[in-house]
């Protein structure tokens, strides 16, 4: 079947019982942000501005646990930030998997190679040998590594290991050059992919997150399918990019561009998302075949932010994942106090103008699974979606070119740099400000310096790099 059994039983049960039980709001996924302090600051995100004053809060293990608890929702999508940068990560997955719950953890996959190696380092024995092999071999792994990894761990930590209910879900919003150019940092793709390798060697399940904008190629976000079916991902969320106001804000103050070159009207969704029925048949796409049609512009669906709530270090964020228009200090109050009826656009009437292009998958995905707005054939259309075999992989992803980028020498920065370094009239080049050729802005830096994140990496020196190669075509025709 497309979705592990267990997993479509548990979310169905809970339904099933909520429906039973006759509970107008409940919580079907946690979106539990425990910080949100990050090491990239990628274009279209206003997470660390909107909280610029709290970066270095954090939520205590026990808070984020009781949050699951009081919810009740049987999936936690473990976000922020960057969550494998939260000290107490391996405790707290730990601790939900020990609940009941289904977790992903949604991370960019900068660090997710190191703990990859703590859980390897916590789990040697000689029959190991074998996979550290492969690793070697795949370059996954270095030599120094393998040798750390056979040293063991003293750390008392539980490591994160496999589970059928845990998920590793990976930010990716192209192939190689679009990716490192919207997380604002090369080498970033060739990273997450290398964790993603590495993860389904070790016998996790992996899935990529990517959101969609004005610019995107929609062949691109399909060929990029294709290349990681080829590596065996278990799966793909894909959704459309929303400018919220805390992103709009972002877009104009540091980057200082219009947010309607890069967001998504519910127009340009429609025609973004023509194909999405077509890549659920071949790719395994999470997401209700209801919420596809949505998206594709061939139904309405009516907003339920309450089933996929956000609790963050100031918490309970409300009305949803995107808007705040406050924080509650419990779920239940927030399901009393906010008056849901203000938000949405229902029949296609805007009932709030912050809502009138959203089509986002933690506002409209839920409505697909709690039959909002129910057309006739409805359920047995979501049925036969989850119990119908998981598409195989696709094996013409192998020759997807995927490594477009930084990998050969065209990255964002590296691009801006040929032309700047070329020899003028006077045959000197153009002064960079300190570049090292090779190592502006990569994730390998954010690791080297992992102080260096939440807006004090690279995005000015990327930004007067664009600048100067954009001057450059102009002169030169």
């Not at 954090?58 to 009740?72: F, H, I, Q, Y």
């Not at 074998?130 to 070697?136: E, F, H, K, M, S």
């Not at 990019?241 to 127009?267: N, S």
């Not at 409505?367 to 989850?386: E, F, R, V």
Request: charged share 25%.
């Amino acid at each position: 079947m497309r979705f592990p059994f267990a997993l479509t039983v548990k979310i169905a049960r809970h339904i099933i019982k909520h429906k039973l039980l006759g509970t107008p709001k409940f919580a079907l996924v946690l979106q539990l942000e425990p910080l949100h302090t990050c090491n990239l600051t990628c274009t279209g995100c206003g997470r660390i501005r909107e909280y610029s004053t709290s970066l270095k809060d954090m939520m205590s293990l026990e808070d984020c646990l009781e949050s699951a608890r009081e919810c009740g929702a049987p999936m936690v999508s473990i976000c922020g930030g960057e969550p494998l940068i939260y000290p107490r990560i391996e405790e707290l997955v730990d601790g939900l998997l020990r609940q009941g719950r289904i977790v992903y953890i949604c991370t960019n996959g900068v660090f997710m190679r190191r703990k990859l190696r703590a859980y390897l380092a916590a789990v040697y024995d000689r029959s190991q040998e074998p996979i550290l092999a492969r690793l070697l071999e795949g370059e996954l792994i270095t030599p120094a590594e393998a040798e750390e990894i056979r040293r063991g761990t003293k750390d008392r930590r539980p490591a994160i290991k496999p589970s059928q209910w845990l998920y590793w879900n990976v930010h990716v919003d192209g192939l190689e050059y679009t990716h490192d150019l919207i997380v604002e940092r090369e080498g970033v793709f060739k990273e997450a992919v290398a964790a993603v390798k590495m993860a389904k060697l070790l016998g996790f399940q992996v899935a990529t997150n990517t959101t969609v904008y004005k610019e995107a190629d929609m062949d691109e976000i399909e060929r990029m399918f294709e290349f990681f079916s080829s590596l065996g991902v278990d799966g793909h969320t894909i959704s459309p990019g929303y400018d919220y106001d805390a992103a709009k804000a972002d877009m104009v103050r540091r980057l200082g561009k219009r947010p309607d070159d890069f967001f998504l009207t519910r127009e340009m969704t429609h025609l973004k998302f023509a194909r999405i029925e077509e890549w659920g048949k071949r790719f395994t796409i999470f997401g209700t075949p209801v919420y596809q049609e949505f998206l594709a512009g061939k139904r309405d669906l009516t907003c339920t932010a309450w089933a996929i709530p956000t609790r963050n270090v100031k918490g309970w964020k409300a009305p949803c994942y995107l808007i705040t228009d406050g924080h509650y200090g419990s779920y239940r109050e927030m399901l009393e106090r906010v008056d849901w009826t203000r938000y949405g656009v229902v029949n296609g009437v805007t009932r709030d103008s912050r809502c009138e292009n959203c089509m986002v998958h933690c506002g409209y995905d839920p409505s697909g699974a709690l039959g909002t707005n129910y057309q006739k054939g409805d359920t047995w259309k979501n049925i036969k979606y989850n119990f119908r075999r998981r598409p195989r992989p696709a094996h013409n992803g192998k020759a997807v070119l995927a490594f477009n980028g930084f990998s050969i020498g065209k990255g964002h920065l590296t691009e801006a740099e040929a032309p700047i370094r070329s020899p003028g009239p006077n045959g000197q080049g153009l002064p960079i400000g300190g570049a090292r050729p090779g190592r502006a802005g990569t994730a390998l830096d954010a690791v080297d310096k992992p102080g260096m994140c939440c807006g004090q990496g690279d995005v000015k020196e990327r930004a007067e790099l664009l600048a100067k190669i954009a001057a450059k075509k102009q002169t030169t025709g």
